[in-house]
Structures are given as C-alpha cells and as structure tokens.
C-alpha cells in the first residue's frame, strides 16, 4: 500500500522551517512530504487554489493557524482528494483582529517588519517556557525572508476571510485537531468547536505549548501525525462523496521540553 503524500500549510509569515522537524520524521517514515507555498494570492480562496494546483490527486494536508485555515478551504473546494485533515492551533471563526491588524500593516509598509515580528508577534506565540533566542531567532528569520509583500497578501487573506463552520459538520475524512495548552492566538476553546463540529474528530492537547506547536513540542506533533495518518482514509463513494464513520477520543499529552 503507498503512503499518501502529505503536504503541509505553512501558518503566518512563516516558512518550511516551520515543519522540519515532522517532514524529517514522516519523510524517513516514508512518506512523500512537501511543504506549500501560497505565491501571490491574497485570500485564503487563492491560497487554497495555489496548495490544491501543486498537489496530487489524493493529499493529507497539515496545516498550522492560517495554513489550517487554509487546509480547510481547499477540502472545501475539492472534499474527493483530501485523505486525511491535521489542524493545529488554528480557528474557525472569521478574522476578529481587523483593527490590530490594520494598525500592523502601516508599521510594515513604513519599513517596520522586523520590529513587528519582534515585539508584536512572535512572543505571543510561543509559551513562556518555550521562548528560547533560537526558536525567537528562527520565527523573526521565517517573517523577514517572506518580506513585506507576503505580510501585506497573508494580511489581507485573514482580515476577509470567512467562517468555516458550515464546513465542519461536512467533514468525512480522518481529522486531528491539535491544540496548545497556552496558546493565547488560538485558545483551546477554538479547536474544541473545531472538534466537535467534525464528525470523528480527534482532539489532541499539549501541554507547555503555545500557537507554534511544531517548534514547540515537535515530537508530540509527530506522534499525533502518525496516529492520523494510521487510520483508513476516506474511500469515495459511486456519487464522489467520502464515507468514513469513526470514534471521536480526546487525547492529552504530557509535554516535556
């Protein structure tokens, strides 16, 4: 049986650095792992077009904060080639942050992207027990060599983007919902809506993490990719439609740094 490929979805301003850890594991695992890019686009409609043209005709797809957002519209767009959904420290809900965000893109236009990323983002992301110069280092890098342009499009994609509740209930593939116990970005009672609105859903919690859960906690993150990626996917139906029915447990982890 060939493993499917994965493709993971970057989370905002942040780049494949943001998923070594697990494309190192499931790679010698022996999956076929690849890590989108969003190009120009400036809606998360786009951003799932661009993720659904660079893949194959069956994907897992892993996202992170926007890039599961954007997990979630590309099942939306084409539900027959997605076999298994991960969605980590993300949300449902429509963008609630429009003014702070308005406020962001002005200081980045005049030329501030790296005090930004520095002194409003990146330390709201990682728990307080995670907040090492190197994970500090690495996330400002992420945000600085996408640059200004990818702050203005990936601004834009989440100030107007939708609710994704309707979709949910839809859902008939193998899903895993991760969370951070400290995740301030995505509190935890944005993932259990997630998980309770998607028929099956697993639930996964870790403990001293934060918003960036594959830095945060990479083993963990890995071992609850490999339990998803262990169930049957979907199989089509003769109308095109997925049929899978599953149990839904919720699984917490005890984290160690």
């Known amino acids: 049986m060939t493993s499917p490929k994965i493709i993971f979805l970057p989370g905002f301003m942040c780049d494949e650095r943001l998923f070594a850890p697990q494309v ?3 790679t010698a695992d022996g999956y076929n792992c690849q890590v989108a890019t969003y190009g120009t686009a400036a ?10 043209d660079q893949a194959p005709s069956r994907t897992a797809l892993v996202g992170l904060s926007m890039g599961a957002i954007v997990a979630l519209e590309a099942y939306r767009q084409a539900p027959g ?4 959904l991960a969605l980590l420290n993300t949300t449902a809900r429509a963008d609630a942050a429009g003014l702070v965000r308005k406020e962001q893109l002005k200081r ?3 030329g501030g992207l790296e005090k930004v990323l520095r002194e409003e983002l990146k330390p709201q992301y990682l728990s307080p027990c995670n907040r090492t110069p190197n994970r500090m280092r690495l996330l400002e890098a992420m ?4 640059g200004n342009e990818a702050f203005l499009q990936q601004t834009m994609a989440l100030t ?3 609710a994704a509740f309707d979709l949910l209930p839809r859902i008939n593939c193998p899903t895993l919902v991760l969370a951070g116990n400290d995740d301030i970005v995505c509190p935890l009672d944005r993932h259990e809506e997630i ?12 403990k001293d993490c934060g918003h960036i859960s594959t830095l945060e ?19 089509l139906t003769r109308n095109g439609k997925a049929q899978l029915g599953l149990v839904k447990p919720s699984t917490e982890f005890e984290c160690k740094n």
């Open 43 to 52: 809606s998360v409609e786009r951003m799932a077009k661009t993720v659904l």
């Open 108 to 110: 980045v236009v005049a």
């Open 143 to 146: 945000g600085l060599r996408l």
């Open 195 to 206: 998980a309770d609105a998607i028929p099956g859903a697993d639930l996964t919690i870790l």
């Open 160 to 162: 107007i983007r939708k």
């Open 217 to 235: 906690q990479p083993e963990s993150v890995t071992d609850a990719l490999r339990q998803l990626l262990k169930r049957p996917s979907a199989r």
């Open 24 to 26: 190192q594991a499931l």
């Open 81 to 84: 080639r997605i076999t298994h």
